[in-house]
């Protein structure tokens, strides 16, 4: 048997063995014993219940997914290209992820036995895709989990004023992101969802009100000397800055590739949509507001990450609050890139479910090896801007634009034969835009973000590998 018809035989499964309809309550008034999935295969006693999300703790891990450490990055995007069209980037590319967002819940209701990017991959393009994008899935999971070690050592050396190596601050943070990261289902993982959102978005709401109450940033120059915040409604842009914040903006927008694990397991996979409406709303809105705020009020003397905006004290605070919600976002990043090689590894053994040795073992492996390697990526490049640029160019685009443009191809591009309405050669046309924008900023975005790294070791502004300096500014 193939993979492809063991995919399609666990989507469905013969007659005999068929569950009826109304299979989902049954089971949870205890009428069977073992629920069968078209992804994780058998489930109830003795097993691990991977599929026991509602929509609201479902908000919350895609919410979190999303507001992570790009709203950390969003007030740059402002900075480089001016107040009005950083805003529309910001909203613009929100509203053109919703629709890739949305797509994700398309695909996955057409085909039930989709897991992640690995069976996309496989479902549009053969074997050759499946190993391309499980390869890309599991390094963009890894490497955002490694661009939040970067702030999780500038928040302890800023709240100790670097009272140990920055290297040892990171050490912290990798076992605490493999501690987290273990636990085996996002059910469970959501209390820490739910902890990440409410730090994040506290410590920014902080900062974004101590820079408006304060006199001026604290980089800029203080009292008596005059100080220019230099804002500016439209700013001319060299092309590499521009494609920089473009990358920025769409790494704090590239939960997409994630959305799939997080559906599988959802108790009631049609309320998808409610919990991405939620969360994209608030993640938007989150998002402009901030960013909006924070460019007018320090205008050049912006620090990135921004938390450090609004001078010594309220930068301990901010970082104080904020440490929860940036081991959180490791954590549930680390969670996503594990669990696609666990799934992709068990899917045919009783042992993907079974609380048994080989379970665990080779669950807690993987977990490891993957914050191992987030961890060497961060000392490696232990600076915060461009890494977030880079990864937003490298693996953003490819998985939150030019997947799903191919993905909604791939179900209705054969409807053209059919008397297509005007709506669909709208959406066509949508989805064809997807794949161009994204594969143009997926070839410059990778080369100014290679740029920015280049031009950051030369100039001498950043620490070098494995540094033990102080990366707090």
């Known amino acids: 048997m193939t993979f492809k018809d063991d995919l399609e035989a666990r989507a469905s499964p013969p007659s005999s063995t068929a569950t009826p309809p109304n299979e989902k309550s049954q089971y949870s008034a ?64 929100g509203l053109l992820t919703t629709w890739s967002d949305y797509v994700v819940g398309l695909f996955k209701r057409n085909h039930p036995e989709v897991y992640s990017m690995s069976d996309v991959g496989f479902i549009l393009f053969g074997k050759a895709g499946r190993e391309f994008f499980t390869a890309a899935y599991a390094l963009f999971m890894i490497a955002i989990t490694g661009a939040a070690f970067v702030p999780i050592s500038i928040a302890f050396n800023t709240i100790t004023t670097h009272a140990t190596c920055t290297v040892v601050w990171a050490v912290i943070g990798a076992v605490g992101c493999f501690a987290g990261a273990s636990i085996q289902t996002l059910n469970k993982v959501s209390i820490i969802g739910w902890i990440g959102v409410g730090a994040i978005l506290t410590s920014v709401l902080i900062v974004t009100i101590g820079v408006g109450v304060q006199d001026r940033p604290a980089a800029a120059p203080q009292p008596p000397l005059p100080w220019e915040k230099d804002i500016h409604a439209f700013k001319s842009a060299g092309f590499w800055d521009a494609i920089n914040s473009i990358s920025t903006v769409i790494f704090g927008l590239c939960g997409t590739p994630a959305f799939f694990s997080i559906m599988s397991e959802m108790k009631d996979q049609r309320m998808y949509n409610r919990s991405l409406a939620l969360c994209q709303t608030l993640v938007i809105s989150t998002y402009t507001v901030i960013g909006v705020v924070v460019y007018y009020y320090c205008g050049q003397y912006l620090a990135a990450p921004a938390l450090g905006s609004a001078g010594p004290l309220l930068k301990k605070v901010c970082y104080g609050i904020a440490l929860p919600g940036l081991f959180a976002s490791a954590i549930l990043y680390c969670h996503c890139g594990a669990k696609l090689i666990f799934v992709r590894l068990m899917r045919d053994s009783v042992h993907l479910t079974a609380h048994s040795f080989t379970h665990w073992a080779v669950w807690l492996g993987i977990v490891g090896v993957c914050t191992l390697l987030a961890f ?29 443009g191919w993905m909604w191809l791939h179900d ?40 920015s790294i280049r031009d950051a070791y030369r100039s001498g502004t950043v620490s070098k590998p494995f540094s033990c300096a102080d990366n707090s500014g």
């Open 412 to 451: 209705n591009w054969a409807k053209r034969k059919d008397s297509p309405t005007l709506s669909f050669w709208l959406l066509a046309a949508l989805n064809w835009f997807l794949i161009v924008f994204g594969s143009f900023i997926w070839v410059s975005g990778i080369a100014a973000g290679a740029i």
């Open 30 to 93: 205890g009428v069977y014993d073992t629920e069968v999935d078209a992804v994780f295969g058998a489930q109830g006693e003795g097993h691990v219940n991977y599929t026991s999300m509602g929509w609201i703790k479902t908000a919350v891990i895609l919410t979190k997914t999303q507001i992570a450490l790009g709203i950390l990055a969003m007030p740059t995007a402002l900075q480089a290209l001016g107040g009005v069209p950083g805003t529309l980037l910001i909203v613009g590319l």
């Open 376 to 404: 060497i990526l961060a000392m490696a490049i232990p600076f915060f801007g461009p890494l977030v640029s880079l990864i937003g160019a490298l693996f953003g685009t490819i998985m939150c634009m030019q997947s799903t």
